[in-house]
């Protein structure tokens, strides 16, 4: 179990498509991931507190199309400096 009373900064980040208007691209979910790596492994540390997994299904058409995406809340004991909100 996490304890959370040292958390005072929680970083969501979204990897995947959640809106149908914006698909993310490779490169955008590559950079989102890359952001996730960064928050966990820099400096300072954060830590996993939070994982939404969601998705949605879409008539376009006659075909069916599914938007899925996981939102990671990191949480920091202090705000990153490198990090803008």
Known sequence: MIDLTDIVFIKRIVIGSS???DLQSE???AEAVRL???CLSGQP???IVGIEKS???LQVGEHNVVLQWTT???G???R???LQT
């Open 19 to 21: 809106n149908p208007a």
């Open 55 to 57: 998705f949605s299904i």
């Open 45 to 47: 540390k954060g830590r």
């Open 72 to 74: 990671y809340q990191v």
């Open 80 to 82: 990153p400096q490198w």
């Open 76 to 78: 920091f004991t202090r």
């Open 36 to 38: 996730l790596n960064q």
């Open 27 to 29: 490169e955008r979910v």
